[in-house]
């Protein structure tokens, strides 16, 4: 079973001085000698180097007290989460799964094997808690792909002990520097091994682009002048597009680890995405996204119903907390707890099934691929203000007859569904906003808060809706158990009188969106 562990630490070229005395960082009472561990590591990863490319590490080690399959995703510099799995001959499918966002069909095989010499000692207050760990690593790489290159080199570590400060880390450094010695220019131990066993000739042009990160320059009029800086209208489109699929793949590991909040954001990125494609189709050809688009819906349906599920209970659950007990009959909390953990654990398992499926892992290539060459239409050679702000007018005047319409209906359910059309018809305006705004700037800006608003506004009343038909449900079931329905009722009483503040608080909030728009 694999656990994971938040990795903190800094690497450092070794002075000409050797490791300097730790005593003088302050906090820093004794400097423990813990001896020396060899370590034997071989690093897994596609022909292609698709996990380096993302500052991914796999790698099956022994020697040491953590002897076993490591995996590490970065989080932030210095920073990665290691889930880890008891050693074995071949890779767990635990991890596998982990890493299929990014591998897909490709296999892995060893491409690096790190032998180290590892001299560790531990930083400990006047109480003797551990403040961190030091250790001095002589290491010697041999690439297993490509030629099979060699190098050797020694690094200090510092890692900070778990729950440890990490203001901490910056008192070793400063105590480090002063002695000489400075942080490495590598990221982790793989990645100096991989430059410096590459074969003679290899650079940056030559080497394996990064799989999960295409940047074939598109076609059209006007390039951008650098990598990465957005000029013409589809420069703006398609980096916007980039960083989604990049969500996508990111987050694809989360969602698999059931980590809160992973669905909501997944589901987001697809939605961005379907929303980019729709609403800049004079940028991208819709021939080729359509097609695209479809599989999106088809993803984001799956990951809707964890996540519906998910913000309903903590909707119910909230509610029948505020509730006094005067007002609650019967096993009610139990039955909605129960209720929770069926639809969750049934929906969390179909999820990772649909994340494991051939039409997933194929929506993940086709988006490299569109993103490698993109349909890019005349429009997107053309410079982004004037294309970008005639798309967003468009779509803003398409929620401004949906709101209006709404608004003229009576309250019921032909109302509930003219609202929640009009909600789904805002996301993808705020979306919009959000892609066009590195180009056209505050009033982008504005437009995404002015939609931002609007959709909390029509998404509490949508929870309402929703939360009323799983009440009825719920009491139903509760009354033929010969519980009391009573507290269902008081709890759909409540959700009524949400949704119609909701209803109430509508025309004044799309009044002032109206005025202040200025796209």
């Known amino acids: 079973m694999a656990d994971t562990k938040r990795e903190i630490e800094r690497k450092y070229e070794t002075g000409d001085g050797g490791l300097p005395d730790l005593t003088r960082v302050p906090g820093v009472a004794s400097v423990l000698d813990k001896g020396v561990t060899h370590l034997d590591a071989t690093y897994h990863d596609t022909a292609d180097e698709r996990l380096a490319a993302s500052a991914v590490t796999l790698r099956r080690r022994t020697g040491g007290s953590d002897a076993g399959w490591h995996l590490k995703f970065p989080v932030a510099p210095g920073v990665r989460d290691e889930i880890r799995a008891p050693l074995s001959d071949t890779l767990p499918d635990e991890l596998a799964a982990l890493v299929r966002s990014r591998v897909r069909d490709h296999e892995l095989l060893p491409v690096v094997r790190l032998r180290s010499d590892r001299e560790v000692r531990h930083l400990a207050d006047s109480d003797g808690r551990l403040l961190a760990e030091v250790s001095v690593d002589t290491v010697r790489a041999e690439r297993l792909t490509h030629g099979g290159g060699t190098a050797q080199w020694t690094e200090i570590e510092v890692e900070l002990a778990d729950d440890g400060d990490p203001a901490f880390l910056d008192k070793v450094e400063k105590r480090l520097r002063k002695a000489g010695v400075r942080p490495s220019e590598s990221t982790s131990k793989l990645a100096r091994a991989l430059a410096e066993t590459a074969p003679a000739g290899t650079t940056a042009a030559t080497a394996p682009a990064p799989a999960t990160a295409p940047e074939a320059a598109p076609k059209k ?19 916007y597009v980039r960083a989604q699929r990049d969500a996508l793949v990111e987050l694809d590991p989360a969602v698999r680890q059931d980590v809160p909040d992973s669905v909501h954001r ?25 097609p695209v688009a479809e599989d999106l819906k088809w993803l984001a349906d799956a990951l809707g119903v964890d996540r519906d599920q998910e913000v309903l209970a903590e909707r119910l659950t909230t509610s029948l907390a505020d509730l ?28 990772t099934g649909i994340l494991d499926s051939r039409r997933y892992l194929t929506l993940l290539d086709t988006l490299d691929a569109l993103l490698a060459d993109p349909p890019l239409r005349k429009k997107a050679g053309a410079e ?16 401004a007859g949906l709101v209006t319409q709404a608004l003229d209906l009576p309250p019921g359910t032909d109302r509930d569904v003219a609202l929640h059309e009009a909600r789904k018809k805002t996301k993808r305006t705020r979306y919009a906003a959000e892609a066009a705004a590195p180009a056209l700037g505050k009033p982008a800006n504005d437009l995404v808060k002015s939609m931002k608003s609007l959709q909390g506004l029509l998404g509490d009343h ?30 759909h009483g409540r959700e009524e009188h949400r949704a119609q ?3 109430a608080a509508l025309p004044e909030t799309w009044s002032a969106i109206s005025k202040r728009t200025a796209v």
């Open 266 to 290: 997944m589901r987001v990125a697809t939605r961005r995405l379907r929303s980019t494609f729709r609403t800049f189709r004079d940028v991208l050809d819709r021939e080729t996204t359509d």
């Open 324 to 351: 006094p007990d005067t007002l609650v009959h019967g096993p009610v909390a139990d039955r909605l707890t129960a209720w929770s953990r069926a639809r969750h654990s049934g929906a969390h398992g179909r999820l």
């Open 462 to 491: 949508q929870d309402s809706v929703m939360a009323r038909q799983t009440l009825r449900e719920l009491a139903a079931v509760a009354h033929a158990a010969g519980e009391s329905d009573f507290t269902y009722g008081v709890l």
């Open 221 to 239: 009029k006007r390039r951008s002048r650098t990598v990465g800086e957005p000029v013409t209208a589809g420069d703006h489109v398609l980096a």
């Open 501 to 503: 503040l909701a209803e």
């Open 384 to 399: 982004p203000a004037k294309t970008l702000t005639k798309a967003l007018r468009k779509d803003f005047g398409t929620v």
